[in-house]
Nanobody
Framework: QVQLVESGGGLVQAGGSLRLSCAASGRTFSNYHMGWFRQAPGKEREFVAAISWSGSNTYYADSVKGRFTISRDNALNTGYLQMNSLKPEDTAVYYC??????????????????WGQGTQVTVSS
């Protein structure tokens, strides 16, 4: 199975930017769709963005559309989430997730089988 490790989280002021990375190992990265989810304290884990195995299709939550960009580099076995114009409400633990490309890419947690350990993003006002 694929293993996922997120990095790039940290503390940033409102209006700032961060780029999260998701390094995949153990299996061919291009065999998987990839998604980003986040979980704030006391809240459910929610969908942020997803990208198909080839990179040809992307999906975003309304709350991040126009500010966040998901991308991937299959040659480097790495996915990315570029986050611009960050807001305090973006504060959460961000998780990378993967799903085999044989299934239809979804925006739900149940659609992803493999998860990273998460990276903290904190946006100060």
């Amino acid at each position: 199975q694929v293993q996922l490790v997120e990095s790039g989280g940290g503390l940033v002021q409102a209006g700032g930017s961060l780029r999260l990375s998701c390094a995949a190992s153990g299996r061919t990265f291009s065999n998987y769709h990839m998604g980003w989810f986040r979980q704030a304290p006391g809240k459910e884990r929610e969908f942020v963005a997803a990208i198909s195995w080839s990179g040809s299709n992307t999906y975003y939550a309304d709350s991040v559309k126009g500010r966040f960009t998901i991308s991937r580099d299959n040659a480097l076995n790495t996915g990315y989430l570029q986050m611009n114009s960050l807001k305090p409400e973006d504060t959460a633990v961000y998780y990378c997730a993967a799903a085999l490309k044989l299934v239809v890419l979804t925006t739900t947690r149940r659609g992803f089988d493999y998860w990273g350990q998460g990276t903290q993003v904190t946006v100060s006002s």
